[in-house]
């Protein structure tokens, strides 16, 4: 038995033993240290890098390098090296490991399962076809715009068994022209360092790109929704109402940092969802969990029914540097604060979209 199938047993375990899904493994994400370092280590093919993003290790190596070539240019908006803006990506995806969000969700397979290969991220899995549009194209972008050497040549490998998936720069962006247009742009914002303005709106800013991105990155996957049909109704309301919440937290140009992303991370459901899971009343969830399952709910049923009000509001209200703060923290009172109302939420974005 080699040491990583070890290493993911035992991770296995420590989960079978924890009421919230793993997040961090030593401060880091997890199996980071597992991941390379170097382009240099990642797969060749006549002289072009094709790594595999089907396989847990390398999607995740991808954003380490993305990290690192991030980094020497975003040292204005840290005070610790993970304060980076990407590190929010890696967590996501260790998240989605640990709570079984990667493994083939059909049967036809063990992709991803403790009986097969636990590193295997399934192309029917939706979670995995979706963070594929958040790690292949920043990371193809990234080597398009020279952030990672020179030249450098990328053709990711596809899935077997599932077309569809674009696999190089010049593929993806043909197919899905606003997300890598919108990734192209943040990689050359962030080069720039030269900046005149002060360090809170440069910082904001930047963010505000990053998060056109990964918004237009989250439109584009939705290709994957066929796959949502493999899922309960429980689990597929809940990939609905996160990718929702997603529009509160780009509008206020959130800092995902690894500190701050964490604390976001933990209340989320350490399981797939089952037919008959109703929040808050999930006995094998945490009451975090079961707290944060029944916001996001309400949050997307609030602006279904406001026929999507709510989020245009909230949107409308994160017109400033200021507002975009006090709006990172009202999101963090709602989801991490049982006592904080949620029609205080409500009361608060038209005070705030006054000063707009």
């Given amino acids: 038995m080699s040491l990583l199938t070890v290493h993911g047993l035992f991770l296995a375990f420590m989960f079978s033993l924890s009421s919230s899904a793993v997040i961090l493994e030593n401060g880091m994400p997890i199996l980071w240290t597992q991941t390379v370092s170097e382009v240099t280590e990642l797969p060749t093919l006549n002289g072009i890098v094709t790594p595999n993003p089907w396989n847990y290790l390398q999607r995740m190596s991808l954003y380490r390098l993305l990290v690192a070539a991030t980094d020497p240019f975003t040292e204005y908006m840290r005070t610790n090296p993970t304060d980076g803006p990407i590190w929010g990506l890696p967590l996501q995806l260790g998240w989605m490991l640990t709570s079984g969000r990667l493994a083939d969700p059909t049967g036809a397979s063990t992709c991803g399962l403790q009986t097969g290969d636990t590193m295997c991220i399934s192309a029917q899995s939706w979670w995995g076809c979706m963070n594929y549009f958040t790690s292949a194209f920043p990371f193809l972008s990234a080597a398009q715009n020279g952030l990672l050497g020179q030249d ?19 593929d993806c962006s043909a197919q899905y022209p606003d997300a890598m247009t919108k990734w192209d742009a943040f990689f050359q914002a962030v080069k720039v360092t030269d900046s005149p303005l002060p360090v809170t709106e440069k910082t904001d800013n930047i963010l505000g790109v990053y998060w056109q991105a990964q918004m237009a990155s989250l439109y584009a996957s939705a290709v994957c929704n066929p796959r949502q049909s493999h899922y309960s109704s429980e689990e597929v309301a809940f990939a609905n109402s996160w990718l929702n919440s997603a529009e509160y937290v ?9 500190e701050k992303t964490v604390l976001f991370l933990n209340p989320l459901p350490s399981r797939v969802l089952l037919e008959g899971d109703v929040a808050p009343n999930i006995a094998d969830l945490s009451q975090e969990e079961n707290h944060t399952l029944s916001i996001f709910s309400w949050m997307k049923n609030i602006n279904t029914l406001l026929g999507g009000s709510l989020v245009r509001m909230w949107k409308g209200a994160m017109c400033s540097v200021t507002t975009r703060e006090k709006g990172r923290a009202v999101l963090e009172q709602l989801i991490l604060n049982p006592s904080f109302a949620t029609s205080t939420l409500l009361s608060i974005i038209p005070e705030m979209a006054s000063s707009c």
């Fill in 250 to 258: 780009s509008a206020v140009h959130f800092h995902s940092t690894l």
């Fill in 152 to 170: 450098l040549q990328v053709q990711l490998q596809a899935p077997e068994g599932a077309d569809g998936f674009c696999t190089t720069h010049a």
